[in-house]
């Protein structure tokens, strides 16, 4: 039997890189498609002149022609320092990079996954969020460029579904942590872990009665891969659901670095959703998945990481 051949798009990123991993370990070719904007070669950099492994500088906005059998289309900046640095070019990545993948699937006949968001959800009416929530996003805040290009993705997706058969899969991916988060990343929890690192007090945006519920990344990578070889199109949910207000998270990471620690309060970001928890059923019952890691012990080789590259 053939090798497949897998295009990973935003594959020098956090979640990406991972990904990456897994299906070089699986034997398969892998073409990791990044323009670094929050990515990094590093990232990567253990395969490289590996023969089953290409590297592609790129952006999506643009099209490109390849030969691939599988689409794993993840590139999006995700912390929203990241994607509202430029928000015209984060709708334009969702928009524009979505509409180019799903056109190169079409054309060579590949199945596409979409790495969308519980950011569809936006501030939620309905808790814990399931698949059929339809979601209560603002689409003129600081946040819609993410949200809504991630919603216009998903519909682009099941347009090409249904006008030209192409095979999708589409993930609404919630919270998601681990090793290869950037430093600088912004999202709380590398943020956190961070700043307890270098001693800082840690920054909890509004009083911390948020919750989200975070998911270990290789947790996530593992749901990824059984719904691009399952049947299911989704939308499907992927993420723990465990849920946590912020103030507790701050604890823990504290607890674990430094009990010391003050924990600030500084203004809440407009729009900042209140509450996060992911209904799993669908994911369970179609893919056999749940999450196996649970924050406490996601944390471990988290903080081992940012020790590791704040050493450096
Ligand atoms: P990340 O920022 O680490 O990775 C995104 C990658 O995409 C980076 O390598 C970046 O350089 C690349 N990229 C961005 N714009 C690009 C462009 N125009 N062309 C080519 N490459 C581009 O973020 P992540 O956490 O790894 O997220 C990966 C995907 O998963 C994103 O699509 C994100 O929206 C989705 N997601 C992630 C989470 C999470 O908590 N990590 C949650 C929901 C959804
Ligand atoms: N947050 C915080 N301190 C930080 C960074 C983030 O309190 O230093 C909060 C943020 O306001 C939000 C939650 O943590 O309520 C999760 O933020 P993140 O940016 O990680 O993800 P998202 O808001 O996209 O879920």
Same mark, same amino acid.
């Given at each position: ?84 640095? @430029?928000? &015209?070019?984060? *709708? ?5 990079? =979505?509409?180019?993948?799903? #056109?190169?699937?079409? +054309? ?82 590398? @943020?956190? &872990?961070?700043? *307890? ?5 840690? =920054?909890?945006?509004?009083? #911390?009665?948020?919750? +989200? ?100």
């Amino acid at each position: 039997m053939s090798l497949l051949r897998h295009l990973v798009t935003g594959g020098a990123g956090f979640v990406g890189s991972h990904l990456v991993d897994r299906l070089m370990q699986a034997g398969d070719e892998v073409i990791c498609l990044d323009n670094y904007f929050t990515g990094r070669k590093a990232n990567v950099a253990r395969w490289i002149g590996h023969p089953r492994f290409e590297l592609i500088r790129h952006d999506v906005t643009e099209p490109i022609r390849l030969e691939v059998d599988r689409i794993w289309h993840l590139a999006c900046p995700a912390s929203p320092v990241h994607y509202q640095f @430029n928000p &015209i070019k984060t *709708a334009k990545t969702s928009f524009l990079g =979505t509409a180019n993948m799903l #056109g190169l699937a079409k +054309r060579v006949g590949a199945r596409l996954l979409l790495a969308s968001t519980s950011e569809v959800y936006g501030d939620p009416e309905v808790h814990p969020q399931p698949e059929s929530y339809r979601g209560c996003v603002n689409t003129i805040g600081i946040r819609s460029c993410y949200d809504e290009g991630k919603r216009i993705a998903e519909t682009l997706c099941f347009d090409y579904h249904r006008m030209h058969g192409v095979a999708i899969r589409v993930a609404r991916i919630f919270n998601t942590y681990g090793p290869r988060m950037l430093p600088n990343d912004g999202r709380v929890v590398s @943020n956190f &872990i961070v700043q *307890a690192l270098r001693g800082e007090p840690l =920054t909890l945006y509004g009083d #911390g009665r948020q919750t +989200r519920s975070f998911c270990y990344v290789d947790d996530l990578v593992e749901g990824l891969i059984r719904l691009m070889n399952g049947d299911h199109t989704g939308p499907i949910n992927l993420g723990n659901p465990g849920e946590f207000t912020i103030r507790r998270l701050a604890e823990l990471v504290r607890d674990r670095i430094d009990p010391g620690l003050a924990l600030i309060e500084k203004p809440l970001p407009q729009d900042d959703p209140m509450q996060r928890q992911p209904v799993i059923d669908l994911a369970l019952r179609e893919l056999g998945w749940q999450p196996a890691v649970p924050l406490e012990r996601g944390l471990e080789p988290t903080i081992a990481h940012f020790r590791e590259v704040l050493e450096a």
